[in-house]
């Protein structure tokens, strides 16, 4: 009965892969994100999407493509990877946008080799 | 660009002291939030505080905000080793997103 759950944990490809990161939330939350966080533990926001509409979409390159399927599940596929793309991602849920609390997942750490 | 910058970047403070940590910002805000990240595993929210509140209490936890400086500050007392975390200050300003700053990495040594 995990509240925001995402796989896989840790993901470690090689540079040119394309990958996937999967996430869904039983909170039955209408808002989904995701978010880099780098080595320096600095979080960013990507993405997030309310009821699978697009409502945020920070400076992120095109390499990365959310997709929300319905509202409680939002992926993100990245092509291309990059070394640079190692990192940990975290996908996080609230109830509507904006000013309420998120819920975050326990994030998925990839490695690009 | 990042919004709240968290002072210091680390504390390290024996069992049963205070911690205080500090959350400065740049713009106006809706809300500032409290984040705690334990090593390996994901956010989890303290506290929430409205730009309309000067304190705020909950548990050990004590909050305060300041919109006329543009700060904040996380006031752990009593502090147990289960502390031992990162702390994330996060703002709303009305873009519908929170902007996270770098966190206080606090250690709480027995």
């Known amino acids: 009965d995990t509240a925001v759950s995402q796989t896989p944990k840790y993901l470690v490809t090689q540079m040119g892969n394309d990958k996937s990161i999967k996430c869904e939330q039983n909170?039955?939350?209408?808002?989904m994100y995701w978010y880099k966080q780098d080595s320096k533990k600095f979080l960013k926001i990507m993405f997030s999407?309310?009821?699978?509409?697009?409502?945020i979409n920070e400076t992120v390159p095109n390499r990365f493509s959310p997709k929300s399927p319905d509202k409680a599940h939002l992926n993100l596929h990245i092509n291309s990877l990059e070394l640079g793309d190692s990192a940990v991602y975290f996908c996080?849920?609230?109830?509507?946008?904006?000013?309420?609390?998120?819920?975050f997942g326990p994030g998925t750490r990839l490695l690009v080799l | 660009s990042q919004q709240g910058e968290e002072d210091p970047q680390a504390l390290s403070i024996q069992e049963g002291e205070n911690a205080t940590m500090n959350c400065s910002y740049k713009t106006s805000i809706n809300n500032l939030q409290w984040y705690r990240q334990n090593s390996g595993r994901g956010l989890v929210h303290l506290i929430l505080?409205?730009?309309?509140?000067r304190e705020k209490h909950s548990g050990r936890l004590r909050v305060t905000l300041d919109t006329s400086k543009k700060s904040s500050s996380l006031l752990i007392t009593a502090s147990r080793a289960a502390d031992t975390a990162s702390y994330f200050c996060a703002t709303e300003g009305g873009a519908q997103k929170l902007v996270f700053g770098q966190g206080t990495r606090l250690t709480i040594n027995p």
């Open positions: 999407y309310n009821n699978k509409e697009l409502i």
């Open positions: 996080a849920s609230s109830p509507r946008t904006g000013e309420e609390t998120q819920y």
């Open positions: 909170l039955g939350h209408d808002t």
């Open positions: 505080i409205r730009s309309n509140e």
